[in-house]
RNA sequence: GCCUGUAUGGUGGAAUUGGUAGACACGAUGGACUCAAAAUCCAUUGGUAGCAAUACUGUGUCGGUUCGAGUCCGACUACAGGCACCA
């Protein structure tokens, strides 16, 4: 039986002791390969099933590359600024890093533990202060270059935790940690200009291999649109707003603008009859956080401020009011609202009762009930259909065109000066008798369509009204003799409405009135635009912007949701920052040779009345310059972010006290070749670190644009059940390290890879482990039975061996673990069959095997007569002609239906497998009576007969 | 509401460009070994009917393309993750 205990704490101390996995960065003889885990927090609880999932999948990988002649690095640290850290100090009043340190080395010891090939000597830890020297002095490059500044801003402030909080710590209006409410107010903040680097950032997203699920967010959270500014001149008053819009086009639908109520023109615009209203709304927002304004979120509010706005293209005054649905923090702070064409302009308008004007009309030009003919003239119409329901049924009135067998609602021209409503009324009693209406009103929305009206032969191009209600009774007239002829009248079921009707703009109207009306949001042709009529969305923008550049009244503008990073936190456990406020109100930086600016000791590490922890650092705080002017230092320090932003270079070069890393290795080194962690910083730390790296990129400071060439996420394990073990952290609760005490480490890495798909979420199955152990021993029993290890090669495992490496090879490369393991349980299951193995054969096995089970992989290796690592040995190949059989397998179908399978030699000729296949009594079967009306033979695979 | 995924036996999951659905494993059942159990080895295992050969049926639902669809197209449903008044 297989002593794991034993055997893999022998190996363990083995890499330890011969510095197995050192990786010397300076030899660029061979390729490099670089792969990289996120580094974890090391947290008292250390390590769950979801890291050992990914650092396992890195390790295969790693150790595959190095076998296969690669330089490779992979390498191990810890992101250790942390609020636990925090927590303690402020309860205990010990300095956080003693804690931390002992975190770390119970961290080491259980990834020691599972055997993974890290190179320790190149360890980082974001908290040590040879790290975030280079931390700060990145900083510093940053703030000088004008990229981190400080600016007033809106903030999400805690009050419970005293601390500015970033977007993605707070949660549904409260903050990550701890769940306490988060107020929104302006303070003066310490900044990264992200937006700076949006485009980039954009653009970089091309060239990368990463999820396209996690490009997407990215490119979300960026939240490019294109627009245009438009100025909005105020009706009494010699002032003007900006508003930014991605519809200019829409302008002539504009009934009326909206400011946030932030906004620095409310109190100058608003008149005094609506001031009180005016600063009570404005009071009630300030209140709200963010989460009770978006759980208002299905009720528009709002206040006219009394005042209006001049629409620049056709000098209409519109009321101008304040609503939270507009947010000052993006674009303006102003709208102009066009309630045809945007929902929440629309929902607005209902509620307020301001006037709807449609501006854009579906075209259903081209998708009419038949064809334009070329030759025949072009008339207009203006055209009514009546959507009419049953007095009693949930059914709707329909006619059936008996020449063309269309089924429409009934649908006519508009005469004179006739409403759309007399219209409907009309044609109604006309073409089928009924005169008892009731509740008739007009749709919202008017479309185009364009066909050939076949009995007055021309085109007929169509603006069409849609004309909704029912009848109150079923009374009738006669009809006359022409109308009879011409067309049947049909009540259908609502059910089987849209799948009945003809006309595809009978069916758009008829679900529209189903899911009831809104704004149109979808591209047409320009109506009631003067200028742009006719036109549609794409032409009718660009006209509109050229015509407001031309007047001065706007201009074309793109804009971002991403905005500044606030990059100060109140709390004593991060990278102090390199700034010092000096008396006379200038802000310097440290020089380079004062970094790095240490933390220092304190008897109190909680921060008082919303202040920094470090405020309790009066001495530290104190700074006076060679000219002796005195000053204060910063007392926030970076967010949790900052030290993991740049960390995968200095994994490259951790000692160098000289630069954060040596130029000529980064160049050797970057890109990472293979980033793994989890999809929980898509837009975190992957944001981050592609900031910081493209803003090196563009000092000349990183060799590369992209830092992560390819990156995967590991899926999340489940508990056994398939549910998620808690909210804030769903992982499931194992101890890696228990369960590689009663099954092993190779056990628990085999079982994690043999899971499922590496990416997918998957549950936990204690019987699986078991499974994974059995296979662990089936290894050990066979191929430490030397009886079995045979010299000589009868080749009987020619196809076995061959088709594994091949398979294992690819899977692993591209990180197809399970199937690489059930690979690798055939071939076991082969073996077990013939009872015996080539050395050669079960040499290469147990290298492949090796990446997963490292230490059964070192101990039959060294077994086998080898008395070093096997983690260097050449990686197996294959012969691509011994994964063929001079026999194959062919299906026999008869209409698409397997009938019988026949075992024929390699590339036999398709009239031979023809002739063979018509033969075959269990084909000929279902053959007799029928006539063959084709055979199609693909070689080596299937052959498919069909009958009539 | 929007975006992105996913959907295959009792379970986790396999299936090149469309070409024999269910690899591999877990579980279950039976057998060998054993005084017995565990471990191990061997066999069977999608469903329905049948002693059986075999037949029919089967990849979330409905429809389409095709000689042939888990795979491609269209509509829908359910679940998971993300975003959420972004003008």
Redesign the pocket.
């Known amino acids: ?1 297989y002593d794991y205990k034993t055997i893999e704490q022998k190996w363990q101390k083995y890499w330890q002791e011969n510095e197995t996995f050192k990786t010397d960065v300076w030899d660029f003889s061979k390729p490099k390969y670089y792969v990289l885990d996120m580094f974890p927090y090391p947290s008292g609880v250390g390590l769950h099933a979801g890291h050992v999932e990914g650092y396992t999948a890195t390790d295969i990988v790693s150790r595959m590359k190095r076998m296969q002649g690669y330089n490779v690095l992979h390498p191990m640290g810890y992101d250790s600024f942390g609020l636990p850290a925090e927590q303690y100090a402020v309860q205990t009043g010990n300095h956080p890093s003693g804690f931390t340190e002992k975190n770390i080395k119970y961290f080491s010891e259980q990834l020691n533990t599972l055997g993974f090939d890290y190179d320790w000597s190149k360890m980082i830890s974001t908290s040590d202060p040879k790290y975030y020297k280079w931390t700060q002095w990145i900083f510093k490059e940053l703030y000088k270059d004008g990229y981190a500044k400080y600016i007033d801003m809106p903030v999400n402030w805690c009050e419970e935790l005293g601390t500015v909080l970033s ?2 710590e707070v ?1 549904d209006g409260k903050s990550e940690r701890g769940g306490y409410p988060v107020i929104r107010k302006k303070m003066k903040q310490l900044c990264i200009d992200q937006p700076k680097f949006a485009e980039r950032l954009l653009e970089g997203l091309n060239e990368i291999d990463w ?3 996690t490009k ?2 990215q490119a ?2 960026i ?1 490019k ?1 294109i ?2 500014h438009v100025k909005f001149k105020i009706d009494n008053h010699d002032l003007d707003f900006t ?6 086009d829409t302008l002539y639908g504009a009934t009326y603008c ?1 400011l ?1 109520p932030e906004h620095e023109y409310v109190d100058i615009i608003t008149t005094p009859d609506k001031k009180e209203e005016v600063l009570e709304y404005k009071k009630v927002c300030a209140s709200k956080s ?1 989460l009770e ?2 759980e ?6 709002g206040v006219f401020t009394g005042a209006y706005a001049i629409n620049p293209v056709n000098d209409t005054k519109i009321p101008i009011y304040i ?16 309630p045809a064409h ?4 629309y ?2 308008a209902k509620k307020f009762n301001i006037p709807i004007i449609q501006v854009l009309a579906k075209n259903f030009i081209g998708s009419g009930s038949s064809e334009v003919r070329s030759d025949k003239p072009m008339t207009e119409r203006r055209v009514v259909n009546a959507i009419i329901k049953h007095p009693t049924e949930d059914k709707y009135l329909c006619v059936n065109n008996k020449k063309y067998n269309w089924i429409d609602f009934v649908m006519g021209g508009i005469e004179g000066k006739e409403t759309p409503i007399e219209a409907a009324k009309r044609e109604i009693t006309e073409e089928t008798g009924y005169t008892d209406f009731a509740d008739l009103r007009e749709m919202e929305f008017i479309y185009y369509d364009t066909f050939y009206a076949a009995h007055k032969d021309v085109n007929r191009h169509i603006t069409c009204y849609t004309v909704v209600g029912k009848l109150k009774s079923l009374e009738q007239i006669a009809i006359s003799k022409e109308e009879q002829d011409i067309a049947d009248i049909k009540w259908i079921d609502k059910e089987n409405l849209i799948d009945t009707l003809t006309n595809e703009a009978h069916k758009y109207s008829f679900s529209l009135l189903m899911k009831g009306e809104g704004a149109y949001t979808d591209d047409g042709t320009h109506i009631n635009s003067d200028i742009l009529n006719g036109l549609n969305k794409e032409e009718a923008i660009n006209k509109m912007v050229a015509w407001l550049e031309e007047r001065g009244l706007g201009s074309k503008k793109i ?5 500044e990073w606030i990059f100060a936190r109140q709390r004593y456990w991060g990278e102090p920052v390199p700034i010092v406020h000096l008396e006379n109100g200038e802000d310097i930086l440290l020089e380079d040779k004062e970094l790095p600016l240490v933390l220092p000791e304190l008897k109190d590490y909680k921060g008082h009345n919303g202040k920094a922890p470090l405020e309790n650092a009066v001495e530290w705080k104190t700074y006076v310059t060679e000219n002796g002017i005195k000053g204060v230092r910063e007392t926030s320090t970076m967010p949790g972010s900052a030290g993991s932003s740049w960390y995968y270079l200095r994994y490259i070069d951790p000692n160098n006290d000289k630069e954060f890393c040596n130029q000529e290795l980064a160049k050797h080194w970057l890109p990472v070749d293979l980033y793994m962690g989890g ?2 910083h ?2 975190g730390h992957l944001m981050y670190s592609r900031i910081w790296n493209n803003y090196l990129y563009d000092k000349g400071l990183s060799p590369v644009k992209e830092p992560f060439k390819k990156l995967v996420h590991q ?2 394990i489940l508990g056994e059940n ?1 549910i ?1 073990m808690g909210k804030r952290y ?1 992982e499931f609760a194992i101890d890696p390290k228990d369960i590689a005490a009663s099954y092993g480490a190779d056990t628990l890495r085999l079982y994690e890879m ?4 590496i ?5 936990w ?1 204690s ?2 482990v ?6 662990v ?2 290894v050990w ?2 191929f430490t039975n030397m009886e079995n290890i045979t010299d000589n090669n009868d080749g009987s495992l020619d196809k076995a061996y061959h088709t594994m490496v091949k398979k294992v090879t690819n ?1 692993f490369e591209t990180l ?1 673990f ?2 690489a ?6 071939f ?2 082969v073996c ?2 013939t009872m015996k193995c080539p050395k050669v054969y079960a040499e290469g096995f147990i290298k492949m095997l090796s990446c997963v089970t490292p230490h059964l992989g070192e101990e039959i290796w060294e077994m086998y007569g080898h008395n070093n690592t096997i983690a260097y040995e050449p990686w197996p190949t294959y012969d691509e002609e011994k994964l063929v059989d001079d026999e ?4 026999i ?1 008869v ?7 026949i075992k024929v030699a390699l590339n036999t000729e398709e009239e031979v497998l023809k002739d063979l296949a018509l033969k075959d009594e ?1 084909v000929t ?2 053959l007799e009576g029928k006539e063959i ?2 055979t ?1 033979i ?1 070689p080596n ?6 009958v009539k």
């Open positions: 039986m977007n993605d949660i999820p396209e699920s997407e967010m979300h959270w939240g649109s627009g245009a508003v930014f819009t991605t519809r200019p909206v946030a963010d304004r978006t208002l979120n299905k009720d528009k509010t609503s939270d649905y507009v947010l000052a923090s993006y674009g303006t702070g102003a709208i102009m609202a066009v945007d929902e929440r302009d929902e607005f804009n971002y949701k991403f905005r999809p929980e898509a837009v899926g999340m398939g998620k769903p043999f899971m499922g798909p990416e997918d979420s998957k549950p199955s019987k699986g078991e499974g994974a152990k059995k296979f021993d089936r029993r066979f899977d197809g399970n199937t393991i059930s690979q690798f349980m055939v076991v299951n077990y069959k194959v397998n062919i299906a179908s209409n698409g239906k397997l009938r019988n399978t269990k079967k279902y009306v084709k199609i693909v695979k299937i052959i498919n007969i069909v």
